[in-house]
């Protein structure tokens, strides 16, 4: 467990349920809390000294690190478990200073693993309790319920395609690797552009790729829950959404390349298809809007007036489709479903162009910066290519329409 700057309040209620959990396991527990500040140490012992007592089936182990970052603590607490040297069907669950576990965690979860040697990970469901305004509470738990229907259908493939920071189950075995100890402590990609560049954010995608590469299947337990407690980085709902998508999609797109390398035969058909359908949606999602503009301008204005009425009734099905997943849905979803499907798209984009830039919400903390660049790697060239591949974006969709002459084949013959 992984706990730096969270409130004492949510702290207490995070190890509290841990304790709980790991009582209500099956055979020894052992908790391992990565810590930073000596107050969370204090907290931590005088909760676990109250939930646990003088039982022997659950230990406490405290690892305090120097605030170096979450991939520092993940590494300090894998090595600490590996000197402990668990046994061939030990789990390790993976939670974070903010997610609060059911007592039936293991219970649950523990079997799959069991059951299947080739079992590396698995996740579960998540609910959100949000500190903030209403329009952040809908729209966590609208991004909830689709990931709830998205992880329920990949996962019937057995290889999700996240294993989320909050709660995620690996084997023991596994934890204890020194190259998966590494690959989340110190990950890197070379990109052809940009060189070679170190990731602050995204441990669960290092540790997910770790086992994808290694051909390990990876479940989702849908009727598995963990709480997630969300503070929003900002009171601007746009401001935090952009904050939020900036880490979250350029953890996605900086490993995506290399996942697509290791090629469907090694991963699955749907698998590889899937992650590709990951960097062509973010163009494709912008079709429609692209094209009501430019028929709106061009030939009828009336054309943004049916697509309005088109975006409405087809965001609204969708939001009903999410009855599926959730007991309820709200009014604010047809308008946040767009939001997130256009908003989130040119996010997508924007980060594509720009996968060394990367900073964490809560600590405030940005990767370094290089005083001096190549031209190619710099802020200009990454400006001037994502312009371009908009302009080339509009330009092929104009041409599409015919609201744009199309060049002679000629004109690009010498």
């Not at 908003?343 to 405030?364: A, E, I, M, N, P």
Request: hydrophobic share 50%.
């Amino acid at each position: 467990m992984t706990s730096f700057r969270i409130d004492s309040a949510v702290t207490r209620r995070v190890y509290q349920a841990a304790f709980e959990a790991a009582l209500a396991a099956p055979g020894r527990a052992t908790v391992v809390a990565s810590l930073v500040e000596a107050g969370d140490e204090r907290l931590i012992k005088s909760l676990f000294r109250k939930i646990c007592g003088d039982q022997e089936k659950v230990d406490l182990v405290v690892v305090r690190i120097a605030g170096t970052g979450k991939r520092d603590a993940l590494a300090y607490g894998f090595r600490a478990i590996a000197r402990r040297t668990p046994a061939e069907n030990d789990v390790v669950a993976v939670i974070d200073g903010d997610s609060i576990v059911p007592p039936d965690l293991v219970q649950k979860c523990a079997g799959f693993f069991r059951l299947d040697p080739r079992v590396g990970a698995l996740t579960t469901d998540e609910l959100s309790e949000v500190r903030g305004r209403r329009i952040f509470q809908e729209w966590y738990s609208l991004r909830f319920a689709q990931r709830h229907t998205l992880m329920s259908s990949v996962g019937l493939s057995e290889r999700v395609l996240t294993l989320t920071g909050r709660m995620a189950m690996f084997r023991a075995s596994i934890v204890c690797t020194p190259d998966f100890i590494r690959q989340v402590e110190i990950d890197y990609i070379d990109h052809w552009r940009l060189g070679r560049f170190k990731f602050l954010t995204g441990d669960d995608k290092s540790s997910w790729f770790w086992l994808l590469r290694n051909g390990y299947k990876m479940l989702y337990v849908p009727d598995v829950v963990v709480l997630t407690v969300e503070d929003p980085p900002s009171d601007r709902f746009v401001s935090a959404a952009s904050m939020l998508m900036v880490r979250w999609f350029g953890n996605m797109l900086r490993t995506n390349a290399r996942a697509l390398a290791l090629g469907p035969a090694r991963i699955g058909l749907f698998t590889w298809w899937a992650i590709l359908d990951q960097r062509m949606s973010m163009w494709t999602s912008l079709v429609g809007f692209a094209a009501a503009l430019l028929a709106g301008l061009f030939v009828s204005g009336y054309a943004i007036l049916l697509y309005v009425l088109w975006i409405l009734t087809t965001r609204y099905i969708l939001t009903l489709s999410l009855l599926a997943s959730r007991p309820r849905v709200s009014l604010f979803y047809p308008f946040l479903l767009y939001f997130n499907q256009i908003f989130g798209s040119l996010v997508k984009v924007h980060v594509t162009f720009r996968l060394d830039r990367q900073k964490w919400t809560r600590q405030k903390t940005t990767s370094a910066t290089q005083a001096r660049r190549p031209l190619i790697a710099s802020g200009f060239m990454s400006a001037y290519m994502h312009s371009l591949a908009l302009a080339a974006f509009v330009t092929v969709l104009a041409w599409g329409m015919d609201v744009l002459p199309t060049p002679s084949p000629s004109l690009f013959l010498p």
